[in-house]
């Protein structure tokens, strides 16, 4: 594997290590920024590396800035112009993951948002599988996801993830791959940093965006590979904790995640206990669009390198 060598910080390509913050940063002791999570694939055969939805992507971070009061002075276009030509300079010919982020920068003591400094830097690490395994095995967390009206669960706000940290290393110290996390309200939300649909009765249900979630992205696109692919029904509903435990299948979905398939919660076996049909399908599918092999989604993967393009 290669390593990464650049970042765009304080407005410049510069060398990774010369992309550094102090120590009294606000955004470092109060967690105040916000960010996204962006995938490029590896194309061996068209010599090419895809950037996934990468513009849906930098409107989230946008919308993120906004809630925030984070003032991101680069527009959309601006924002996947970056992107291509910090890969381009990165060279990358594998997958890789790229991290835009926006962060109160200022040394002081003070928390708030406004009469604040931002700063933006990007960057982008080779990267292979979040989740390791085929299939995993998830529980429900006894801790509950952050609600709406105690911090923004819409946007990708740093302070955030301590939230999907606790969740995580709470399955993980305990055996488990995932954590299934439940909103305020009792009912299933998402995953420490994925979502989550279940199969009932041959249709996908998934929790609604008033359910605490990320409005996702790979969520979205599972919704319509299902309809417009497989002619499976999607629908967006609370789903309550012991309709996990009767589910024909599950998995998670998230730009890290992927698709990955649940074959067990709180030890119970999902479905057969093996990866579900429907599931399986939906994988095979999204790993076939995000890398830029099915002509009639192309338009969704932005190819970084102009002389190597098929
Ligand atoms: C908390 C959380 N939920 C859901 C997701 C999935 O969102 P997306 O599909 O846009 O990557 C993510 C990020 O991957 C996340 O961090």
Redesign the pocket.
């Given at each position: 594997m290669t390593s990464n060598r650049f970042a765009f910080f304080n407005g410049e390509f510069v060398p990774i290590e010369q992309a550094q913050v102090s120590v009294m940063t606000a955004a470092l002791n109060y967690g105040l920024g916000v960010f996204e999570?962006i995938r490029a694939y590896w194309n061996a055969d068209d010599g090419q590396l895809y950037v996934f939805h990468l513009r849906e992507?930098m409107e989230?971070l946008r919308r993120s800035c906004n809630i925030m009061f984070m003032n991101l002075p680069y527009s959309v276009d601006e924002l996947y112009d970056l992107t291509v030509e910090l890969l381009r300079r990165e060279a990358f010919r594998e997958d890789a993951y790229i991290r835009p982020l926006v962060f109160k920068s200022d040394h002081t003591i003070a928390v708030r948002l406004n009469n604040m400094t931002d700063a933006f830097v990007l960057y982008a690490v080779p990267f292979g599988q979040y989740i390791p395994g085929t299939a995993v095995r998830a529980c429900v967390s006894s801790w509950r996801r952050i609600e709406d009206n105690i911090m923004p669960s819409r946007a990708?706000v740093s302070g955030?993830?301590v939230n999907?940290a606790l969740a995580k290393t709470e399955a993980l110290l305990n055996g488990y791959d995932e954590a299934i996390v439940l909103g305020g309200d009792g009912q299933v939300s998402?995953?420490?940093?994925?979502?989550l649909y279940i199969v009932r009765n041959g249709a996908l249900i998934t929790p609604p965006i008033t359910s605490d979630?990320?409005?996702?992205?790979?969520?979205r696109?599972v919704a319509h590979l299902a309809q417009a692919e497989l002619g499976v029904p999607v629908i967006e509903r609370p789903i309550d904790r012991t309709e996990l435990y009767v589910a024909e299948e599950a998995f998670f979905?998230?730009?890290?995640?992927e698709v990955k398939p649940i074959i067990e919660i709180d030890r119970r076996p999902v479905g057969s206990g093996a990866v579900g049909e429907i599931t399986a399908r939906l994988a095979e599918l999204y790993s076939a669009v995000v890398r830029g092999c099915l002509p009639a989604y192309r338009a969704w993967c932005t190819p970084v390198y102009i002389d190597e393009g098929a």
């Open positions: 999570g992507h989230r990708k955030g993830y999907s998402e995953a420490s940093a994925a979502n979630i990320l409005e996702g992205i790979t969520r696109v979905c998230g730009t890290g995640a």
